[in-house]
């Protein structure tokens, strides 16, 4: 294979990765809309699914969430039914997020014939492929995760992203202020246009009747 070729390939099998990521966000999409879950609770699930109970801590940390944001979300599932949060058995002062049963079953149902048919195509390549198929995925996977902890290094310190939110409050709270005072100020100049209106067309008929009767001819005397 010459290396022009070589390269066409992997330039193909990056846009093919980059379609199967759009398609796999359409099919968690669907899903999501199904059970009435946003991307946040949705993520939360899969790695649930994928790794089995895990701790509030851990499953915070394995998604890239702050712990605020994770007992968020963890309200939000536990209170649709969605999962749950137990004792460990091995430590009860652990607490663990587990998947309800009935969250299981809809999940299998949903993701079941897409299992199924991919199994069936699976069939039919060899054991070399799926071992570089398996091979490929766990260094893909590897590489995005090096790559988004990168990314995530560049956000500003917590204190100064705090510092960043409030000033963006300030500035939000600033603007509606002067919205608001921008439409009381435009209010008392529509009524007061209106006032000097009404004033300027009572001062027209003053004058024209103030007209008139100094124009009025006297009454003609008798003989």
Sequence with gaps: MSNESRQELIREIGRAIQEYQIASDL???AVGRL????RTDQRCLGMLNVRGPMTAG???EATGMSPGAMTAALDRLESAGLVRRVRDAGDQRRVLVVITEQTLRAAGE?????REEGNRQMRNVSIEHLRAIRDFLVGGTELQRKHAQRIL?????PDVRESIKAAAREA???????????QLASAQ???ARSDVKAAAKQAKAAAKAAARAAFKPPPASGR
């Design 110 to 114: 949903l993701y079941g014939p897409l």
């Design 153 to 157: 290094a560049m956000l500003p310190p």
């Design 172 to 182: 939000r709270a600033a603007a509606l202020e002067a919205r608001a005072v921008a």
């Design 35 to 38: 059970f009435g879950i946003n």
């Design 58 to 60: 851990q499953l915070a």
């Design 27 to 29: 099919l968690d999409d």
């Design 189 to 191: 100049w529509k009524a």
